[in-house]
């Protein structure tokens, strides 16, 4: 990922990068989420890990990170003789969208208060500059 703000600007982005950019998912990630959208009906990790080709822990931290952003929702599955086990589908895309939308928002007015501390800051220094000769 590039480290300024003018190369992440120049940088060809797919809307799947979102998934990193926002929220610091891993490749991984990336694909567990894919599973899950490809999936036709919701999936446990085993069934996300063995479609992603990895271990089930592994699988399970991606799964986990998803949960933790909100690209993902949980159900609980019961069994007619007791016990449960988990499911895994992926939220509404435009909640993500909605959610995603605010993050940006709330950035945009943090990194203009900072600029606008940067000007203050700044302009009140520009007289005491003294001019070469």
Not at 8 to 26: A, P, R, S, V
Request: proline share 4%; hydrophobic share 30%.
């Amino acid at each position: 990922m590039p480290d300024s703000m003018s190369e992440q600007l120049q940088q060809d982005m797919e809307c799947e990068g979102l998934l990193e950019c926002f929220h610091g998912l891993k490749q991984l990630d990336r694909d567990c989420f894919q599973a899950l959208v490809r999936a036709e009906e919701p999936l446990t990790v085993d069934e996300i890990a063995e479609v992603v080709d990895r271990e089930r822990s592994t699988a399970y931290r991606a799964v986990q990170r998803l949960l933790q952003t909100g690209f993902i929702r949980k159900d609980q599955v019961n069994y007619d003789q007791g016990g449960y086990y988990h499911v895994y589908s992926p939220t509404d895309p435009s909640k993500i969208a909605d959610n995603m939308q605010r993050l940006l928002n709330d950035w945009y007015a943090k990194m203009g208060q900072l600029i606008q501390e940067f000007e203050t800051k700044y302009e009140s220094t520009d007289a005491t500059v003294p001019a070469e000769s």
